[in-house]
């Protein structure tokens, strides 16, 4: 597998360089050279196969001889350990459950089969590496959860104190070992600061491989297709042929990037919706054009609160910079909090089924979808985050109905460890550096 920059499509990189680099200099996103398509014999066979087999396959095929097949079998038995079913809600009106793993949330995948992809290059001769992630809560959670226990990695979490709510607090402080959590007295921002102070600093990376485990970085969204794939084979094992639609709750576009990856190797996805809250830069471009980034604005779906959204960049490039292109494939729409909590409130009293914000979100992106497009369609709607992570949305009478699974009860039995750290670079990098 060879990876070029957005930027740069002429210079070519192998793939342990983009993962360990995760960012190209020129300031691009690295993407795969090619997209290989599966072979007709793997499509036709693909309702039978199961989550795992369909994994490997396809990371198989991408990512060829980069990562030999014995030690990527391994990789994906270990990634991919948890299950993405789908749901029924309405006829015709799919879920795609992707909050089956150790964080609640669909982050999960990227992190655990991108650290076990970094340990692979690892043994093969890379030094040990010091992975520093800024999280205001999710991500560094699914982070610290992936990594842990990864030999020759050690992570560094920075999170703002007092402002990740206390699940989200022990996901990042209660495993020790080599992940280690630094609670900063200021907020995301400033935890984003210092780490990327870091990355520039000389010094500091002559002494330490420094390495990232953000969302851009290409490690994250390769798994994030197999489950575009897995739940093609489930909807049609279930006997409905009709054409599939992907409706996304989107941040910054990670997961609907990869979705159209999938699409790129062969999976007949026949349209993608792109749903956002208030944070509506990408919906807007497909409305108007023109891409706008905006300072984002906090909602209650704050996982995608993001005004600038850092795929867009992957999916201009997919689309060779046309919005015409674009708009053929995916369909925008956005709502704000009132509509969110409307959302919840409809589906679980005429469904039953109590949904995330962002899941929320995504459920009625599908259905202005259908509304504007009458064509008979299958459509799924991912959900992204169990509902336990976001009390504060709900009812006390809808909280009631919360099922919490058992890693949402273990984790808040767990002891906090954190070490406090004043938001100054000096001793961000004394701490590293000791
Ligand atoms: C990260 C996240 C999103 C947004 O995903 P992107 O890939 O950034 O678009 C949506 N929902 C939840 C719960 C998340 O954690």
């Known amino acids: 597998m060879k990876l070029f920059s957005t930027r740069s499509p002429e210079q070519l990189v192998s793939l342990p360089e983009a993962i360990f680099k995760s960012l190209p200099a020129d300031g691009g996103l690295y993407m795969p050279k090619a997209f290989p398509e599966l072979p007709t014999s793997f499509y036709r066979a693909l309702a039978q196969k199961s989550f795992q087999e369909i994994a490997f396959e396809v990371a198989h095929r991408l990512m060829g001889e980069a990562v030999e097949a014995s030690a990527l079998k391994q990789i994906v038995r270990e990634a991919i350990n948890f299950p993405a079913p789908i749901k029924q809600i309405e006829e015709d009106v799919f879920v795609l459950e992707l909050f089956h793993g150790p964080t609640m949330a669909f982050k999960d995948f990227g992190a655990r089969f991108m650290s076990r992809l970094m ?56 495993l020790g070992k080599n992940i280690t959590p630094l609670e900063v007295e200021g907020t995301f921002d400033d935890c984003q600061a210092l780490v990327k102070k870091a990355f520039l600093d000389k010094e500091l990376n002559k002494k330490k491989t420094l390495s990232s485990a953000n969302s851009i970085n290409i490690a994250r969204l390769i798994p994030q297709s197999f489950y575009y794939f897995n739940a093609f084979a489930q909807i049609r094992r279930s006997g409905n042929t009709q054409p599939i639609v992907f409706s996304v709750p989107s941040g910054n ?15 007949p996805i026949s349209h993608f919706v792109a749903s956002t809250n208030v944070n509506d830069t990408v919906p807007e471009y497909l409305q108007s054009g023109i891409f706008k980034a905006k300072p984002s604005i906090h909602t209650l779906s704050n996982a995608m609160d993001i005004g600038n959204p850092s795929n867009f960049e992957r999916m201009q490039f997919l689309f060779d910079n046309s919005v015409e292109k674009m ?60 509902p336990c992570k976001f009390p504060n949305v709900y009812t006390d009478e809808q909280w009631a109905k919360v099922d919490v699974p058992p890693q949402g009860k ?21 701490w590293l550096m000791g």
Do not use: W
């Not at 520093?132 to 842990?148: E, I, N, P």
């Not at 576009?253 to 999976?267: D, R, S």
């Not at 497009?373 to 709607?381: D, H, M, Q």
């Open 119 to 174: 340990n692979y290059f690892l043994d093969k001769g890379h030094a040990e590496i010091d992975i520093l992630v800024a999280t205001s809560g999710d991500t560094g959670g699914a982070v610290a959860q992936g990594f842990y226990n990864v030999p020759g990695i050690h992570v560094t979490l920075l999170y703002p104190k007092g402002k990740v709510s206390p699940l989200q607090e022990r996901q990042l402080t209660t």
């Open 253 to 267: 576009f990670g997961n609907l990037t990869a979705g159209l990856f999938a699409q790129k190797m062969g999976l």
């Open 410 to 430: 273990e984790i808040m039995n767990k002891v906090k460890k954190a070490f406090p750290l004043k938001n100054d670079y000096q001793s961000f990098k004394e």
């Open 327 to 386: 708009r053929k494939q995916i369909s925008g729409y956005s709502f704000s909090d009132e509509q969110t909590l409307e959302i919840i409130r409809r589906v679980e009293s005429d469904a039953h089924y109590l949904m995330c914000p962002h899941t929320a979100i995504a459920y009625q992106g599908l259905k202005n979808y259908g509304t504007e497009n009458k064509t008979k369609v299958a459509g799924v709607f991912l959900s992204s985050a169990h």
